[in-house]
């Protein structure tokens, strides 16, 4: 990547932008392009009042032909700038997120998850002649389907969530109250600014510290901002000036945080993998040792060759620590890591706690 692009915001059109950018040079592309809403008049309130709509130009398009053409040249154009391992997050509604994941598998993009953004908030319907319009859809998608080694920060969405595995349904509120950027007049400075919180979890999801990630609708600079203060690289590109210049104030008054602040947690598949017996060449078991599963009912004999030795009523074991452990429960299979525990001070720890012992000092 040409470092003069990292972390500026480029005025022009954006498909033009994108192919002017190095092949293969960005991590994850975040867009949140035009909806095509194809309002037709106003929208008015009970009381008359108008409701302040997304009614702006770069809105509105002639037909859905030449809405999908502007939709697959900007999808081209991302995926020559991404990485292999790169991967695209596109967020629309009802009325074109369809088009998009048409298109999207049209040109070779590999479909990883829709994600429902569900908003706490939403804009009741006014005219009580259709449900409340209570979500939108993000559509996460690899480069192609070849790609196997995207960034996906599972730990890190499994902790955001309490320990349990995340969902394809978030319930996030709509950008408002300080978040919500207003102009001079005191009216929104743009009608579909999105939520940090929104931009904070898919940069965390799909992305790493010092990734560079590309906005190619770059508006007011949510995703800049959200990615400066994470310790990623963006390159943000907008047609208005006056966006952008919103855009650059707004990212030059974000403070990163620290380094070790905004690293994911690694997974344990990218952990070094640690055979039962260094635990006893390191010194940390002893042949001879007792282990027990946390009830203190099972019991098991640590060997110097590294595997265990038990018995109970169906007769004599001796295996891995997963198989003796699945053996004297009768079950199919068993984590020896944390099934079995020794002594530590006086309270049960897995042997687990040993193996994170022998990592940290690798």
Same mark, same amino acid.
């Given at each position: 990547?040409?470092?003069?692009?990292?972390?500026?915001?480029?005025?022009?059109?954006?498909?033009?932008?994108?192919?002017?950018?190095?092949?293969?040079?960005?991590?994850?592309?975040?867009?949140?392009?035009?909806?095509?809403?194809?309002?037709?008049?106003?929208?008015?309130?009970?009381?008359?009042?108008?409701?302040?709509?997304?009614?702006?130009?770069?809105?509105?398009?002639?037909?859905?032909?030449?809405?999908?053409?502007?939709?697959?040249?900007?999808?081209?154009?991302?995926?020559?700038?991404l990485k292999p391992?790169?991967?695209?997050?596109?967020?629309?509604?009802?009325?074109?997120?369809?088009?998009?994941?048409?298109?999207?598998?049209?040109?070779?993009?590999?479909m990883l998850n829709d994600?429902?953004?569900?908003?706490?908030?939403?804009?009741?319907?006014?005219?009580?002649?259709?449900?409340?319009?209570?979500?939108?859809?993000?559509?996460?998608?690899?480069?192609?389907?070849?790609?196997?080694?995207?960034?996906?920060?599972?730990?890190?969405?499994?902790?955001?969530?309490?320990?349990?595995?995340?969902?394809?349904?978030?319930?996030?509120?709509?950008?408002?109250?300080?978040?919500?950027?207003?102009?001079?007049?005191?009216?929104?400075?743009?009608?579909?600014?999105?939520?940090?919180?929104?931009?904070?979890?898919?940069?965390?999801?799909?992305?790493?510290?010092?990734?560079?990630?590309?906005?190619?609708?770059?508006?007011?600079?949510?995703?800049?901002?959200?990615?400066?203060?994470?310790?990623?690289?963006?390159?943000?590109?907008?047609?208005?000036?006056?966006?952008?210049?919103?855009?650059?104030?707004?990212?030059?008054?974000?403070?990163?945080?620290?380094?070790?602040?905004?690293?994911?947690?690694?997974?344990?598949?990218?952990?070094?993998?640690?055979? /039962?017996?260094?635990?006893?060449? !390191? =010194?940390?078991?002893? +042949?001879?040792?007792? $282990?027990?599963? #946390?009830?203190?009912?099972?019991?098991?004999?640590?060997?110097?060759?590294?595997?265990?030795?038990?018995?109970?009523?169906?007769?004599?074991?001796?295996?891995?620590?997963?198989?003796?452990?699945?053996?004297?429960?009768?079950?199919?299979?068993?984590?020896?890591?944390? /099934?079995?525990?020794?002594?530590? !001070? =006086?309270?049960?720890? +897995?042997?687990?706690? $040993?193996?994170? #012992?022998?990592?940290?000092?690798?």
């Amino acid at each position: 990547m040409n470092g003069d692009n990292l972390d500026r915001v480029l005025v022009g059109d954006c498909i033009e932008l994108m192919r002017s950018l190095p092949e293969a040079s960005v991590d994850m592309v975040f867009a949140d392009p035009p909806y095509n809403l194809q309002l037709g008049g106003d929208l008015l309130r009970p009381d008359n009042s108008k409701v302040d709509a997304v009614d702006d130009d770069w809105d509105k398009f002639e037909d859905f032909s030449r809405y999908d053409q502007f939709t697959r040249a900007w999808l081209g154009a991302a995926r020559r700038a991404l990485k292999p391992e790169g991967t695209l997050w596109v967020i629309g509604s009802y009325h074109n997120i369809f088009r998009i994941g048409t298109a999207l598998q049209d040109l070779g993009f590999w479909m990883l998850n829709d994600v429902i953004w569900r908003k706490s908030n939403p804009m009741p319907n006014f005219r009580g002649k259709r449900f409340t319009n209570a979500h939108e859809t993000l559509i996460w998608a690899a480069r192609d389907k070849r790609a196997k080694r995207y960034t996906f920060n599972y730990d890190s969405m499994k902790e955001l969530n309490e320990g349990v595995q995340m969902r394809s349904d978030w319930l996030l509120p709509l950008c408002t109250g300080g978040e919500r950027l207003k102009n001079e007049d005191g009216k929104k400075a743009h009608p579909t600014q999105k939520p940090e919180s929104l931009l904070f979890r898919c940069l965390m999801a799909a992305s790493n510290p010092g990734d560079t990630i590309l906005d190619p609708f770059f508006g007011t600079g949510t995703t800049g901002a959200v990615a400066r203060r994470l310790g990623r690289h963006f390159i943000g590109l907008e047609r208005d000036p006056d966006y952008a210049a919103i855009a650059r104030k707004r990212i030059a008054e974000i403070q990163p945080l620290a380094g070790e602040d905004v690293a994911p947690k690694p997974s344990k598949r990218s952990e070094p993998r640690i055979p /039962f017996g260094v635990l006893i060449e !390191a =010194g940390l078991l002893q +042949p001879g040792t007792v $282990l027990s599963d #946390q009830s203190g009912r099972l019991h098991a004999r640590v060997r110097a060759d590294g595997t265990l030795s038990a018995a109970n009523a169906l007769g004599e074991h001796r295996g891995s620590i997963h198989q003796v452990g699945a053996a004297l429960q009768g079950a199919p299979a068993c984590n020896g890591w944390t /099934f079995w525990h020794i002594d530590v !001070a =006086g309270a049960k720890r +897995p042997i687990d706690h $040993l193996r994170q #012992q022998v990592r940290a000092g690798l």
